[in-house]
């Protein structure tokens, strides 16, 4: 669902499609609810190798990084054996080329990373209603305390970057939305406006500098 917070849009898992078309493309969120950990070996594992997820991402979110954490000394059997010390965003593009499967496999409604993504992304959030989303980067111990716990984690054995850290969060970000349910791409429309404008300084300096032969 989507609840309006003071200025404040905070999206709550579950996410739905319908709660995704009023959030456009550089607008900013906010997360609450259930966000694991998902980067390289993961979607690699779903989509080259075809195995399931031990945590069903359906309508929640992912987020691409590899925190660190910790034990909690003397934890009780049942709750939270794990903290989150630090969790900074890791560059999405490295995930680009499994998102539209990963996506299309998983019904993940939002997911979370640093830096643009492209068109395998794009697609996918345009057809399955879906957002992707940059975190600022620098900011990964600020993260780290908007994680309430870590609720499970599961395929350890891929160590402490890859595995996956099934966390619950509140007011999760700010998070910068770069890419749309409609499939509109924020780093993309940058890139053109930002070559418009070189362009223009460049015609405009050129005309008032001169060169000696």
């Known amino acids: 669902m989507l609840e309006i917070r003071g200025d404040k849009k905070v999206l709550i898992t579950p996410v739905s499609a319908e709660d995704l078309e009023?959030?456009?493309?550089?607008?900013?969120?906010?997360?609450?609810?259930?966000?694991?950990?998902?980067?390289?070996?993961?979607?690699?594992?779903?989509v080259e190798y075809g195995r399931e997820l031990p945590y069903d991402v359906r309508d929640k979110a992912i987020l691409h990084a590899g925190p660190i954490t910790r034990p909690i000394e003397n934890a009780v059997e049942g709750e939270?054996?794990?903290?989150?010390?630090?969790?900074?965003?890791t560059t999405s593009m490295r995930m680009e080329k499994f998102e539209y499967e990963f996506v299309e496999r998983t019904g993940v409604r939002v997911i979370v990373g640093k830096g643009g993504v492209g068109p395998n992304t794009e697609r996918a959030c345009k057809e399955?209603?879906?957002?992707?989303?940059?975190?600022p980067a620098g900011c990964a111990v600020v993260a780290a305390t908007e994680v309430e716990r870590i609720a499970e984690h599961h395929w350890d054995e891929l160590g402490m970057p890859e595995t996956l850290w099934c966390c619950k969060v509140k007011e999760f970000g700010p998070l910068i939305v770069s890419i749309d349910s409609s499939g509109r791409n924020l780093f993309e429309e940058n890139?053109?406006?930002f070559n418009r404008r070189k362009d223009e300084a460049i015609e405009r300096i050129s005309s008032q500098v001169g060169f000696i032969e």
């Open 128 to 135: 399955f209603g879906a957002i992707h989303c940059v975190f």
């Open 80 to 89: 939270p054996d794990y903290e989150m010390v630090s969790v900074g965003p």
């Open 22 to 46: 009023g959030i456009n493309a550089g607008d900013v969120v906010w997360l609450d609810g259930d966000l694991v950990t998902c980067r390289d070996v993961a979607h690699r594992r779903l």
């Open 191 to 193: 890139k053109v406006d």
